[in-house]
């Protein structure tokens, strides 16, 4: 099987109709010729399913906490509405897309993360499911939802969950599009190479690295470290093919 590439996009860019369709655009030409896997998060919409639905939030740090019924709201979005609707639109482009998450197939396991509820971080990967469908010819399109220790559901921020299913894999590329540049410096510009870890964490302690940014850029190196051939953050606005942006170095 050709080695594989994931690409994992975030809620900000789902939510813009026409960048979404640009890159899907893009995510269907490549699936074609080479195995290709999707990851997906969806912050925005999970916020408006929660506020709709009325189901109230903790914040633990600046991070949600997610309780039984907020997990319930998490995984119907994430799982359903939003997998669906993107399996829905790449079938309409002529891929054969499977939706899962991280809990079917065994494909993720992640460990709970204290004080935040349903929140865990991969703590272990089976690829073996998407082997199997990359070498059908299909497209697997995952979920950043996991299983517990106990089988139950848990949120996995969807930068750590590509980048550790790029790590199981040993994925010749994981990309990150996202709805800026790369990573910009402290006046806007992108900085085109990230070359070690301290230059790294130098970035996020003098704040010229925050929010999203901040695992995104970890989760990043992460990989890099497990064997991913090249980890880039690129525009997703530009597309998938354009790879204007950012990449990290071990
Ligand atoms: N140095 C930086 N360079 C680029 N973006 C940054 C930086 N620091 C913080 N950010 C923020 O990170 C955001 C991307 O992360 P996030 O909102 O989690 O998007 P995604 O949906 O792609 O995960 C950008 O929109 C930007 O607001
Ligand atoms: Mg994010």
Redesign the pocket.
């Given at each position: 099987m050709k080695k594989a590439w994931v690409v994992k996009?975030?809620?900000?860019?789902l939510s813009d109709d026409g960048a979404r369709r640009g890159f899907l655009k893009d995510a269907a030409a490549l699936a074609k010729k080479r195995a290709l896997v999707l990851v997906h998060?969806g912050?925005p919409e999970i916020n408006a399913a929660l506020d709709r639905m009325g189901v109230k939030s903790m914040w633990v740090n600046g991070r949600r906490v997610t309780d039984e019924e907020a997990m319930g709201v998490v995984e119907m979005v994430l799982s359903g509405q939003v997998n669906k609707r993107l399996v829905g639109e790449l079938s309409r482009l002529g891929v054969k897309a499977v939706g899962l998450s991280g809990r079917d197939g065994g494909l993720m396991t992640a460990k709970p993360v204290p004080d935040l509820g349903r929140v865990g971080t991969p703590s272990k990967v089976d690829p073996s499911v998407l082997k199997t469908l990359l070498a059908d010819g299909f497209l697997p399109v995952v979920s950043s939802v996991a299983s517990g220790p106990g089988g139950e559901a848990l949120n996995v921020n969807?930068?750590e969950a590509a980048a550790a299913l790029a790590a199981a894999l040993k994925a010749e590329r994981l990309i990150?599009?996202?709805?800026?540049p790369?990573?910009?410096?402290a006046a806007k510009n992108t900085i085109p190479v990230v070359k070690t870890r301290k230059d790294l964490e130098g970035?996020i302690a003098s704040g010229?690295?925050?929010?999203?940014?901040?695992?995104?850029t970890r989760s990043c190196r992460e990989a890099i470290k497990k064997g991913v051939g090249e980890v880039d953050i690129v525009d997703?606005r530009a597309g998938l093919l354009e790879m204007k942006g950012t990449r990290l170095l071990p």
């Open positions: 996009f975030g809620g900000s860019l998060g912050g969807a930068d990150y599009l996202t709805d800026v790369g990573v910009l410096d970035l010229v690295i925050t929010g999203g940014m901040i695992p995104k997703g």
